[in-house]
């Protein structure tokens, strides 16, 4: 009886392992790394940008992490607006089908100033579905207003093997069994204890 709650005891701290690597795999997955997987250079109206992005393809379900930065002259104020644009045909409840009936919706991105990068942002893009998108940004600069896009394809991840899914589902299945066998051993002592009490 020991040995099974210390197994027991053992396997929920793995599980509880499992737990906070993918909490951190996930967190991770919305930071921007070192080294950009891709960089664009842009040219819109006056303005050069180069913007960086930190997954290609994008993961479809997750944020995508991005930088934004002037060359040349960078003095003034820069205000940036970023949307992830689905590509597909508008509805007119505001959705977008895209291509395999996907629907998505323009989503605006969360940007804050890039302290490496003077004028420049960072940001996470919400790229929600598989499929073609833009970033397309907006800038106000020192020489007026200008909009480019940058595109994206999103991609999903790999379905995980029918054995590895198998092996997942059936453990919320043995930890009932092996509860259950527990609970008729705890009993079966307790009735052995009382016939030798009485």
Known sequence: M???QNFLLILGIIALLFLFVEIG????MTQHG???ARIDHITAGPYHFTVSLYDDPARAGFTLPFAIAPQGATNGSWI????SLPLGSLQEN???IMS???????????VSPDPQRPGGIQGNAEITVQGRWNLQVVVDGPFGQQTFD???TATTLPAIPVWSGWAIGFVPVCGIIVFLLMLAGRKRQDRQGTLQMG
């Open 2 to 4: 020991r040995l099974l």
């Open 25 to 28: 795999a996930s967190l991770g």
């Open 34 to 36: 070192s080294i950009p």
């Open 80 to 83: 940036y607006h970023v949307i």
């Open 94 to 96: 505001g959705k977008i």
């Open 100 to 110: 395999g009936n996907r629907v998505a919706t323009p989503i605006t991105a969360s």
């Open 150 to 152: 940058v595109p994206v």
